[in-house]
């Protein structure tokens, strides 16, 4: 093929990969978090469906997500389902603790995935699209190479998870940080937030405080009202 051969091709693989490699980063960590729930031997399925689907979303996505984001509100929607799942898997982790721990379904969290690289992916499937150029080869093929990565980059979040519990907390607090970040972002809010540059950060701070404030110590009181 004489794309092959083509220097812009390869500068403009370079680009994608190398994007998705700076953008995949919380989308790792959803994915661990997501699979930390489930038996050990169903981790590696999750973390592969997962990883393999949210790729073929993006390159389905990519061709809309100009549109979508014109969309008033979407974003704040989006937002508010990422803050839902941060609840979610926060609190889905503070119920596995003791010898009783109990393990979550497979499709379920592969679902988790998919709905959170839906709404994560929006703003990142713009710098991917337009480091291609239009050439959907090049866009297929970058984001498949990209499945390694986060699949490498998710198992190694597992075992870190494993060994150092703060980090599912912190990963929690950055699905809420990337949720509140969302809603300020929505076009209907567009003005009002070019005019309060600070707006973007403490939307931020707080969606990443109410995940973790929420999802981690309220079913802890809960249970500790419960017991008194």
């Not at 500068?11 to 994007?19: D, E, F, M, Y």
């Not at 998705?20 to 729930?37: E, F, H, K, P, W």
């Not at 969309?71 to 982790?93: A, K, V």
Request: glycine share 8%; with cysteine.
């Amino acid at each position: 093929m004489e794309i092959l051969h083509s220097a812009d091709f390869w500068i403009g693989l370079v680009k994608i990969v190398w994007i998705n490699i700076i953008l995949s980063g919380d989308n790792a960590v959803v994915i661990a978090l997501a699979a930390r729930s489930l038996p050990p031997h169903q981790q590696r399925k999750a973390v592969f469906w997962g990883s393999g689907a949210a790729v073929v979303l993006r390159i389905a996505l990519t061709v809309v997500a100009a549109k979508l984001l014109e969309l008033s509100f979407l974003q704040i929607i989006g937002g508010c389902l990422l803050l839902w799942i941060g609840l979610q898997l926060l609190s889905d982790d503070g119920d596995d603790e003791g010898e009783s721990k109990s393990y979550g379904n497979l499709m379920a969290a592969v679902r988790t995935i998919l709905i959170a690289d839906l709404v994560m992916s929006l703003d990142n499937v713009i710098a991917v699209a337009a480091a291609a150029h239009g050439n959907l080869v090049l866009l297929v093929l970058g984001l498949a190479i990209s499945i390694p990565l986060v699949i490498f980059g998710s198992t190694l979040m597992i075992r870190l998870m494993d060994r150092f519990p703060v980090i599912v907390v912190l990963g929690a607090a950055l699905i809420g940080w990337v949720g509140g970040e969302t809603i300020v972002s929505d076009t209907s809010l567009h003005d009002y937030a070019m005019a309060h540059p600070a707006l973007h950060y403490v939307a931020a701070a707080l969606g990443a405080a109410f995940v973790v404030g929420i999802g981690k110590f309220w079913p802890r009181a809960r249970r500790t009202s419960s017991i008194h």
